[in-house]
């Protein structure tokens, strides 16, 4: 019961929801970035919402089950092909022992979520299946020629009654964060009434973006201190930064805002290239209370 991986693609990791309670060892929680996603796609295969599926990165993955299976495919869309037949999207899909399913290249988003009855079941490392690619704990990426242990099939694939459609594109809801003042109001005003643009060595790290640098009210060095999902960063080169889930557990540059967590799977799906706005979500709004000078 095993699934052979042909071609893997850019990067494809396997992610269930994460591992959780761990940041006083210095280890990230990880987990699919896209986390509707991967649920969607565990539900169409009749798995559990905490079974292991495999992440995809742009140019997708080839694999080969030696048992019969369900598989579905989830997230960016992408052309799904099985047995060399085109197939839907989005949908259960039964695959015959020994054929072969080409996730294709996304066409939209960044990340496929590809879900198998059963689950992955590679070994579990502190309490999750995923991989984090900040400390590599977790399997490694995929390899061609790496056989992925299957689970036991308990379940019943699910029928779908709504269309599925990917990770709407919105302005990310944006909340002052602990370090909000080591900005200026300008900054705040900018960082939240501008576009900026997603960098090309955005990762599952965080999501960086160029545009107008953001002006610091304080320009000292700031001591380590905990970093949570969705925190965003102003470095000294002034680009805010949106820590995703392999982010490191600490950092030293003030975190100014925090990302609404419903947004991040839009987050998951952003392309090099692509504008992305954010908005106050304070009940303050643009109001410029609390932004004061330190020190």
Do not use: K
Not at 26 to 42: C, E, S, T, Y
Not at 128 to 142: I, K, N, Q
Not at 203 to 211: E, S
């Amino acid at each position: 019961m095993t699934l052979t991986v042909l071609d893997a693609g850019l990067l494809t990791t396997v992610q269930d929801r994460g591992r959780h309670g761990y940041a006083h060892l210095g280890v990230p929680r990880a987990g699919a970035l896209d986390a509707p996603a991967a649920a969607l796609a565990n539900r169409l295969v009749g798995n559990p919402p905490d079974a292991a599926v495999l992440e995809t990165t742009l140019a997708g993955v080839t694999l080969r089950a030696d048992r019969a299976v369900t598989v579905a495919v989830t997230g960016a869309a992408c052309d799904v092909r099985v047995a060399g037949r085109a197939s839907p999207w989005g949908e259960p899909l039964s695959v015959r022992a020994g054929a072969e399913v080409v996730v294709g290249p996304a066409r939209t988003g960044v990340r496929s979520y590809v879900a198998v009855t059963g689950g992955v079941d590679v070994g579990p490392v502190l309490g999750s299946r995923s991989t984090d690619t900040l400390a590599w704990v977790g399997p490694a990426p995929l390899r061609p020629g790496d056989r992925l242990p299957l689970g036991v099939d308990n379940g019943t694939p699910a029928a779908l009654d709504v269309p599925v459609s990917g990770a709407a594109r919105r302005p990310l809801r944006l909340w002052p964060g602990p370090r909000v003042g080591w900005i200026t109001a300008t900054a705040w005003e900018l960082l939240t009434g501008s576009e900026y643009v997603v960098s090309a060595d955005s990762d599952r790290i965080g999501l960086r973006m160029t545009g107008e640098p953001l002006e610091r009210a304080d320009a000292r060095e700031l001591a380590s201190e905990g970093m949570v999902l969705g925190a965003v960063q102003v470095p000294l080169s002034g680009q805010p930064v949106v820590f995703l889930h392999d982010h490191p557990v600490t950092g030293g540059y003030p975190v100014v805002g925090i990302v609404h967590a419903d947004d991040l799977p839009v987050c998951a799906q952003l392309r090099p290239g692509d504008g992305v706005r954010f908005r106050d979500a304070s009940p303050l709004g643009s109001s410029t209370r609390g932004f004061t000078r330190v020190g």
